[in-house]
T-cell receptor
Framework: DAGVIQSPRHEVTEMGQEVTLRCKPISGHDYLFWYRQTMMRGLELLIYFNNNVPIDDSGMPEDRFSAKMPNASFSTLKIQPSEPRDSAVYFC?????????FGSGTRLTVV | GNSVTQMEGPVTLSEEAFLTINCTYTATGYPSLFWYVQYPGEGLQLLLKATKADDKGSNKGFEATYRKETTSFHLEKGSVQVSDSAVYFCALSPFPYGKLTFGQGTILTVHP
C-alpha cells in the first residue's frame, strides 16, 4: 500500500483565495482525520470521519473551513477565503483496528 | 473529554544520556496509548504503542509502560543518539480505536 497520500505537498496562495487540500486514505481504513500543526498551537484535530460520515467537527476553526468525504477513498479540506493565519502544515490520517497512518502533510502558506 | 499532558520541553541531552519524557492522560474506560515521532520536515511516525494496562511498548531502544494506576505512559531510552533528535508526541485513543488525541509534543535535541 502506498500509505496515506496528500496533495499538494506545498501550497502558496494569496489571502482571499480558495484553497483545497486532498487526501487519499489507506484502502480499508474506516476512520479519517484532518489535523493542523503550527508552532504556536501544536497539533490540532480539525475534523474526523467514520465510514465517510463526519463525527466531530468541533475543531474546525470557523466557517471558512469545510471538509468532505464523498467516498471511502477521498477527502478534501477547503478554506475559503484563506487568511495568513491559516498558514500551517495540514495532516491527514486514516485508521483501522491495527493503527493509524499519517500522510506527509501539506504545507500551506497564505501571503 | 480525553486529554494528554506531556512534560514541558525542549529537552537537550548529550549523546548516550538517558532519556525520559513524561506523559500523563485523562480518559474514560481503557484507552490505547501511543508515542509518535516527527523528524524535521516529515510527518508523524508511530514509535510504539500499548493497548492495555501494564503493557510495555518498545521500538528502536525506546520503551513505555502503560500505568493505569498513575495514568501515565512515560517514554524512556537508555542511551540516546544524535539521530533521535525530533519531536515526540504522546497520544491516546479509545479502545479499540477512534479519535486520536495528542499531547503538545516535546522537542528533543541530542548533541554529540
Amino acid at each position: 500500500d502506498a500509505g496515506v497520500i496528500q496533495s499538494p505537498r506545498h501550497e502558496v496562495t494569496e489571502m482571499g483565495q480558495e484553497v483545497t487540500l486532498r487526501c487519499k486514505p489507506i484502502s480499508g481504513h474506516d476512520y479519517l482525520f484532518w489535523y493542523r500543526q503550527t508552532m504556536m498551537r501544536g497539533l490540532e484535530l480539525l475534523i474526523y470521519f467514520n465510514n465517510n460520515v463526519p463525527i466531530d467537527d468541533s475543531g474546525m476553526p470557523e466557517d471558512r473551513f469545510s471538509a468532505k468525504m464523498p467516498n471511502a477513498s477521498f477527502s478534501t479540506l477547503k478554506i475559503q477565503p484563506s487568511e495568513p493565519r491559516d498558514s500551517a502544515v495540514y495532516f491527514c490520517a486514516s485508521s483501522d483496528r491495527d493503527g493509524y497512518t499519517f500522510g506527509s502533510g501539506t504545507r500551506l502558506t497564505v501571503v | 473529554g480525553n486529554s494528554v499532558t506531556q512534560m514541558e520541553g525542549p529537552v537537550t541531552l548529550s549523546e548516550e544520556a538517558f532519556l525520559t519524557i513524561n506523559c500523563t492522560y485523562t480518559a474514560t474506560g481503557y484507552p490505547s496509548l501511543f508515542w509518535y515521532v516527527q523528524y524535521p520536515g516529515e510527518g508523524l511516525q508511530l514509535l510504539l504503542k500499548a493497548t492495555k494496562a501494564d503493557d510495555k511498548g518498545s521500538n528502536k531502544g525506546f520503551e513505555a509502560t502503560y500505568r493505569k494506576e498513575t495514568t501515565s505512559f512515560h517514554l524512556e531510552k537508555g542511551s540516546v543518539q544524535v539521530s533521535d533528535s525530533a519531536v515526540y508526541f504522546c497520544a491516546l485513543s479509545p479502545f479499540p480505536y477512534g479519535k486520536l488525541t495528542f499531547g503538545q509534543g516535546t522537542i528533543l535535541t541530542v548533541h554529540p
